[in-house]
């Protein structure tokens, strides 16, 4: 038979009542949230500080040592080959592709596997940067008497300068760190971040060493919205010949706008008698003109234009066209040479199609 207390609890639920019971695991329920949420947050600080002090104390280090690394790798006649096992092996591919894509021809190569046939890959005038943050990897140290019958420069990356690998390299970069911000202090991660920062400052030093240019970096990156914007010109996707809208300066405004409804860039280019841009036609023009009570039918272009016009060279990159119609407020560009004759027009449709914004 139910007891008074559940009869209570039963009519509060009948009538729609809250159960002071619910109300409490309610109130748990978001404290324990509240409390997880502060726990995660300090963990993550805890995280940022003693990563940003394991580089801070990297950053001290810095010695004559990196120099000489960048020496080395400027010398090489060959590849850069990088290599690791593990978290270190992840950090050691990211290096050898930053590397590649910035001047310094490079590739990962994995350590188990170069002992069985892919140390063939490495050749005399090739550079090996070796990654271990305890320096006595096995796979690593597997490789050191093939590479030195091959007389292969060894740089070494590791956290313990007294290691086998650090004593056997011609070049030892200290990325050691205090401890690492797992709790446990095992898995790699302060020790990984070191260690690719590492790397990325000797990609860094060697990109300004080489004066690898901006127009390189896109030779490195045809695919993708990088290369577009770094490589593609404006000649390239403008509009040519008959789909570009011109008239005469002397033309009817309403032949104009039967001139930008027919070629759909929402303007038309204004030429001179030698066929020279001397102004622009837009639907900004026409709402001024109407405002004004301008009749189309017996007004010219010379009355309604915008004298001179926003233009952008053929060669120019079109992203800098981009930025152009940014920076004015506009939508479309006629695209002159040097004399100010018409050889193009792109609206920023035609940027979009292109993938440049």
């Known amino acids: ?36 949420e502060g726990q995660a947050l300090a963990s993550a600080r805890r995280t940022f500080d003693i990563e940003a002090a394991a580089l801070a104390a990297l950053r001290a280090r810095l010695d ?18 990088v290599s690791g096992m593990g978290k270190s092996g992840h950090i050691a591919r990211k290096i050898a592709a930053t590397l590649a894509s910035t001047g310094s021809p490079a590739f990962f190569l994995h350590p ?19 990654l271990s943050n305890s320096g006595e990897t096995p796979e690593l140290l597997a490789l050191l008497p093939p590479l030195k019958r091959l007389a292969i420069p060894l740089i070494a990356l590791t956290g313990n300068a007294s290691s086998t690998l650090a004593l056997s390299a011609g070049v030892h970069l200290d990325v050691g760190v205090a401890q690492e911000a797992c709790p446990h202090n095992l898995a790699p991660t302060a020790s990984t ?23 390189d970096f896109a030779r490195t990156h045809p695919g993708g919205s990088l290369g577009r914007r770094l490589l593609l010109h404006v000649e390239d996707i403008m509009r040519r010949g008959d789909a570009l809208p ?32 001397v102004g622009i036609f837009t639907d900004g023009d026409l709402r001024r003109a109407l405002d004004r009570r301008v009749d189309v039918h017996s007004a010219t272009m010379r009355e309604v234009m915008t004298a001179g016009g ?31 004759r018409l050889v193009g027009a792109l609206n920023v449709h035609d940027l979009l199609r292109a993938g440049v914004v």
Not at 197 to 210: F, I, P, Q, S, W
């Open 193 to 215: 971040t070191a260690a690719l920062v590492m790397g990325d400052a000797l990609a860094v030093a060697l990109l300004e060493a080489r004066g690898f240019s901006a127009d």
């Open 64 to 81: 004559g040592a990196f120099a000489a690394a960048c020496s080395a790798c400027l010398a090489c006649r060959g590849r850069l080959i």
């Open 112 to 130: 188990g596997e170069a002992s069985h046939g892919d140390i063939g890959m490495i050749t005399r005038g090739d550079v090996l940067l070796a």
């Open 246 to 277: 011109r008239v005469g300066i002397d033309t009817r405004v309403a032949e104009g706008l039967l001139e930008i409804t027919r070629k759909g860039l929402g303007m038309t280019a204004v030429l001179d008698q030698e066929q020279r841009v």
């Open 1 to 36: 038979m139910p007891t008074d207390g559940a009869i209570c609890t039963r009519l509060r639920r009948y009538h729609g009542a809250c159960d002071p019971q619910d109300n409490r695991r309610q109130m748990n329920a978001v404290e324990q949230t509240a409390a997880s």
């Open 310 to 340: 926003r233009s952008i060279g053929a060669r120019e990159l079109a992203a800098a066209a981009a930025q152009l119609m940014e920076l004015h407020r506009i939508t479309a560009l006629l695209v002159t040479d040097a004399e100010r």
